[in-house]
């Protein structure tokens, strides 16, 4: 799919007489860069603020067994905590599964849209080809006679 996205871009590209066609021939890959962006930052994010978590939590579990005198109590803390870190990494995961399948679906979208732009615009092309063409041989036919 990416290589007919791209074949169509190179056609496309050597087609170009101006800025508004090349802006609107980058307008998909600008927006897949954008959603690209958006998407990696919101992952650098999600895992700060999980690393962030799980630090100062360490740190708070390390001062509680510190203080701990018996070994049950210990122990106790212990699971609730890594029961607790679990939640958390299984949250963190789940939320960044959700981000990468929207970024998926978006991509797919993009692609999809973009596919049918250029079809519509490969057929309009040849469509004035086809007409020129026919104005062309019609012109050499009566200039023949």
Same mark, same amino acid.
């Given at each position: 799919?990416?290589?007919? +996205?791209?074949?169509?871009?190179?056609?496309?590209? *050597?087609?170009?007489?101006?800025?508004?066609?090349?802006?609107?021939?980058? $307008?998909?890959?600008?927006?897949?860069?954008?959603?690209?962006? &958006?998407?990696?930052?919101?992952?650098?994010?999600?895992?700060?603020?999980?690393?962030?978590?799980?630090?100062?939590?360490? =740190?708070?579990?390390? *001062?509680?067994?510190?203080?701990? $005198?018996? +070994?049950?109590?210990?122990?106790?803390?212990? $699971?609730?905590?890594?029961?607790?870190?679990?939640?958390?990494?299984?949250?963190? =995961?789940?939320?960044?599964?959700?981000?990468?399948? *929207?970024?998926?679906?978006?991509?797919?979208?993009?692609? *999809?849209?973009?596919?049918?732009?250029?079809?519509?615009?490969?057929?309009?092309?040849?469509?004035?080809?086809?007409?020129?063409? &026919?104005?062309?041989?019609? &012109? =050499?036919?009566?200039?023949?006679?």
């Amino acid at each position: 799919m990416f290589t007919q +996205l791209t074949e169509q871009f190179t056609t496309a590209m *050597k087609s170009l007489n101006n800025t508004d066609q090349f802006t609107a021939a980058m $307008k998909p890959f600008n927006t897949l860069v954008e959603l690209n962006t &958006k998407t990696v930052e919101q992952l650098i994010n999600q895992q700060s603020a999980l690393m962030t978590t799980i630090l100062n939590d360490s =740190a708070a579990q390390t *001062k509680a067994l510190s203080a701990q $005198k018996d +070994l049950a109590a210990a122990i106790e803390s212990q $699971k609730a905590y890594t029961e607790a870190l679990q939640a958390k990494v299984t949250a963190s =995961a789940k939320e960044t599964y959700d981000v990468v399948t *929207k970024t998926s679906e978006e991509v797919t979208n993009l692609i *999809k849209d973009s596919m049918a732009n250029a079809t519509s615009v490969a057929k309009d092309s040849m469509a004035k080809a086809t007409s020129t063409a &026919k104005e062309t041989m019609a &012109k =050499a036919t009566t200039a023949a006679k």
